[in-house]
């Protein structure tokens, strides 16, 4: 999996070049939408907002920030507790695949932190975690401005026990 997303990485490299000519000015866009995040030990929800520029036609740069609103119930050790997501961040490079005038898919790949709390029999602890994310995705446009976007992204966690997170989301595009 790592050399598919060291690969991916060094094939974007190749495209910036190509991505400072295309366009004389980036064409921005923002999103805000629900995202699903499925860990193996709980489910969660939140809500996404992003702000991205698309440099050419083939590849944008975005960033995306979430915070918690679906918490999940949890039994450590026999007790009942609750996890959520507190809030999380990242970056991203994105490439666009164009299949029709409304229709586009795109496949990102970036780094992020995510922080989570936990509470069990009246204590709290919270992690952070930095992640290498990766994923993919599509947007379909209403018109020339409006559209939806439903995207899926894996986050690998970079500690020794992070794991991974798969997350599922579903948002609204306006481009600017």
Known sequence: MRNILL???AVSLFA?????????????YGTAG?????????DLGAVTGRVGA???????????ASIGVRDDDVTFGGVTGSIEQ???AAA?????????PNFELFGRVGYGTTSIKAEVAGFEVEEDGESVNYGVGGNYFFDAQN????????????????GEVDTYGVSYVRKF
Not at 92 to 100: E, H, K, Q, R, T
């Open 7 to 9: 690969a991916t990485a």
């Open 16 to 28: 910036l070049p190509v991505a400072a000519q295309s366009l004389s000015q980036p064409q921005w």
């Open 34 to 42: 629900y995202t699903a995040l499925d860990a193996d030990d709980a």
């Open 54 to 64: 698309r440099v050419s036609p083939n590849v944008a740069f975005e960033g995306e």
């Open 86 to 88: 507190d809030y999380d």
């Open 92 to 100: 991203y490079a994105v490439g666009i695949l164009p299949l029709a």
């Open 147 to 162: 559209g939806i976007r439903a995207d899926w992204t894996r986050r690998d966690f970079t500690d020794d026990n992070g």
